[in-house]
């Protein structure tokens, strides 16, 4: 893969586990979700990329009140 943000072919991919909180004063009130994408980043500028799966892009959706 070649870097979006500087071009440069040097990524390497990484597992990794993020803790998202909704926004604003209503997003104190909803349970967070935690997703373990795999992270693709750029050793030369520390530009990362992932993708939510399925699963947790649902449970995004559900806890936001949309439906996928």
Known sequence: ???KK???DNQ???SAE???HFPGREGLSKPTVMLFPQVVICLNCGF???AV???E????A???GVSK
């Open 6 to 8: 500087c071009g440069s």
């Open 18 to 20: 993020m803790n998202v």
């Open 12 to 14: 390497q991919q990484f």
């Open 53 to 55: 799966s399925n699963a």
């Open 1 to 3: 893969m070649i870097c």
């Open 62 to 64: 559900m806890s936001t």
């Open 48 to 50: 990362g990329e992932f």
């Open 57 to 60: 892009l649902q449970r995004l």
